[in-house]
């Protein structure tokens, strides 16, 4: 059993001690870069073509070269395959800009006049490690969240595309700041608000809200990064008669529901708990919304049924 798989795309097995990445890194040097989080269950990728197809999109949004996908398939193939099937693991798939001092001839996929002629080659690996050990207890105790302010209005993903709101960017260290000041005040999570009072999403999370038979995320134009984990929910949930909305959400919303959820695609569902220091009780939907969040992410690996 392996602790850890590294394999760039170029399909080599790589020892994961040794260093990878040079200095000049643009991805290292300005975290101008995309990369994705999937869940290896029983040797396979799970909702893959999701994660794919999100990818490409985010490297659209920076204007990074566009993804060879059947050399990712290759690569994170070969990764699932050396991690194998006996214990759940974290895969990232890692895309920077590049090394600043290296340029390479212009990829396929940018039209020419887009982008100067010679763009840096992309840095790219597929990475397999174990799980963390905070997601057993996530997902079996849920998770104790304040909300926090991002200081941005919903309106900011339409009014500036160049914030990217949109793409799973490497420029997380807010995300991760806002993880260590909820953690200095005893919480597990975030749930990141708008200037508005509006509902935004986890620093690596998408918040859904369940009431009776309804579930309530809010909409990616408000600025929130379209979740894959999310989305299994809801193809399972409108298949037993759950009306399934994006909604803008108010903080006052979430005092007034059932349940509030933080889905990603490695934890899954966790609920919350308690909030802002106020303890939310489970409520018998609880059970059943964990398991459609992990049938959905089975069916998921079938495109068709979504
Ligand atoms: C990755 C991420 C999510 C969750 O997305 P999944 O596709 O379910 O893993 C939500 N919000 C942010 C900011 C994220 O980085």
């Given at each position: 059993m392996v602790d850890r798989v590294l394999v760039t795309l170029d399909g080599e097995v790589r020892d994961a001690d040794q260093p990878l990445l040079y200095a000049d890194d643009i991805g290292v040097l300005r975290g101008d870069g995309i990369f994705e989080t999937a869940l290896v269950r029983g040797g396979t990728?799970?909702?893959?073509?999701?994660?794919?197809?999100?990818?490409?999109?985010?490297?659209?949004?920076?204007?990074?070269p566009e993804p060879d996908l059947a050399r990712w398939r290759s690569a994170i193939e070969t990764a699932a395959k050396e991690w194998g099937s006996e214990e759940e693991g974290v895969m990232r798939l890692v895309l920077t800009r590049g090394r600043e001092g290296a340029l390479g001839s212009p990829k396929a996929g940018l039209r020419s006049g887009e982008l100067s002629e010679a763009v840096p080659v992309p840095t790219t690996f597929v990475m397999v490690t174990g799980l963390a050990d905070r997601v057993a207890a996530a997902r079996t105790e849920g998770v104790a969240v304040v909300t926090l302010t991002r200081g941005?209005?919903?309106d900011l993903a339409q009014a500036a595309p160049w914030q990217l709101l949109?793409?799973?960017?490497?420029s997380y260290a807010t995300n991760m700041a806002a993880l260590r000041f909820a953690a200095r005040m005893g919480a597990d999570d975030v749930?990141?608000?708008?200037?508005?009072?509006?509902?935004?999403?986890?620093?690596?999370?998408?918040?859904?809200?369940?009431?009776?038979?309804?579930?309530i995320t809010p909409p990616a134009k408000n600025g929130v990064l379209p979740g894959i984990t999310q989305r299994a929910l809801y193809a399972e949930a409108e298949r037993r008669g759950y009306d399934c909305r994006y909604e803008p959400l108010f903080t006052a919303d979430l005092f007034d529901c059932d349940s509030i959820w933080m889905l990603s695609s490695v934890t899954l569902a966790a609920r919350v708990n308690s909030l802002d220091g106020v303890r939310m009780s489970a409520t018998e939907s609880v059970s059943e919304i964990i398991e459609m969040v992990d049938r959905g992410i089975e069916r998921?690996?079938?495109i068709a049924d979504w």
């Open positions: 990728v799970c909702a893959l073509d999701f994660h794919l197809a999100r990818l490409r999109r985010s490297a659209q949004a920076l204007d990074l941005i209005s919903i949109g793409a799973k960017t490497l749930i990141f608000t708008s200037t508005e009072h509006r509902v935004l999403e986890g620093p690596r999370s998408t918040v859904v809200i369940a009431r009776d038979k309804q579930l998921a690996g079938t």
